[in-house]
């Protein structure tokens, strides 16, 4: 697969920002003290290097919850004896961003786990790579290969009416439920009933055709 050339790290942050508001994190502002008291994603800029350093910032009350245990010396080296709250909050921290490392990696985002041994946890979002990604419209080959739903715009492709654009009432299928259609029941352009085209018939129609 290509590797598109690393944008600009304000860009790169800003592409990461938006990829994690669309898979429902909640995204810290980008003003460090406009972020106090608030929980969720850090997004910075790397300030030695390309990339964009992303954390995760637990709630106050496990941070102080912990930071009480750090402070009364709750804890021993190497885990044996540390107060639950040193555990949760560095349990929180890392399970989210492996699971926000997931994502970014699922997104076509190259990203660095443990790059740096003084940001225990964080992770360096390097560059997005080229490639088909959610945001692509849905077209050929895939668009239909499983059948479309029932209420679809499609465009009539053969027939009377090819270049028609109406909806999808129903499927017919030849052998499995599992399997495409063979025809499909669609409303007729003219708003008078319904008839059956195969399924080779019609296409996906976008809401600006």
Known sequence: MAVSQPPAPDALAEAVRQELIAAGLPVLPRQPREASHCTGVSVEGSEHGPGVWIGWVVSDVLREAALMALEAGAYRHGGSETHPAIRHSSTVRFAMTAAIAEILEAAGYRVERDADDY???????????????????VGPPLAGSGGHMPGVRVRLTDGVHGESVTRVVGARHTTSLDEPPAAYLVEHPHGTGEFQVPATAIELAYEDD
């Open 119 to 137: 940001r225990p946890g964080g992770l360096l979002v390097l560059e997005q790579r080229s490639g088909p990604t959610w945001r692509d419209p």
